[in-house]
Nanobody
Framework: QVQLVESGGGLVQAGGSLRLSCAASGSIAGFTMGWHRQAPGKQRELVARITRGGSRNYADSVKGRFTISRDNAKNTVYLQMNSLKPEDEAVYYC??????????WGQGTQVTVSS
């Protein structure tokens, strides 16, 4: 069992930056880690993912603006979000996916972008 706790959300003006953190209760070395988001009335969507080996992939909507990284020594995953847009506003969730496809989720952190 892995518990995930997100932090770093908040209110930011369009064009601004935020850095989200996801702290795990145990080792994340064996997990693909991801950030997902869900806006009101919309389905949850993948924002960015980083594999155990460090390969990254991003949603087209955030490419060039967001960067996912991981620090296995700190059991923490980060999402650096730059050039934020109003359409980035959502609840952001951290996800840990094991090789056996077991998924763990955090409780989410709100990102609000004012125009």
């Amino acid at each position: 069992q892995v518990q995930l706790v997100e932090s770093g959300g908040g209110l930011v003006q369009a064009g601004g930056s935020l850095r989200l953190s996801c702290a795990a209760s145990g080792s994340i070395a064996g997990f693909t880690m991801g950030w997902h988001r869900q806006a009101p009335g919309k389905q949850r969507e993948l924002v960015a993912r980083i594999t155990r080996g460090g390969s990254r992939n991003y949603a087209d909507s955030v490419k060039g603006r967001f960067t996912i990284s991981r620090d296995n020594a700190k059991n923490t995953v980060y999402l650096q979000m730059n050039s934020l847009k109003p359409e980035d506003e959502a609840v952001y969730y951290c996800n840990a996916a094991s090789f056996s496809q077991t998924n763990y989720w955090g409780q989410g952190t709100q990102v609000t972008v004012s125009s």
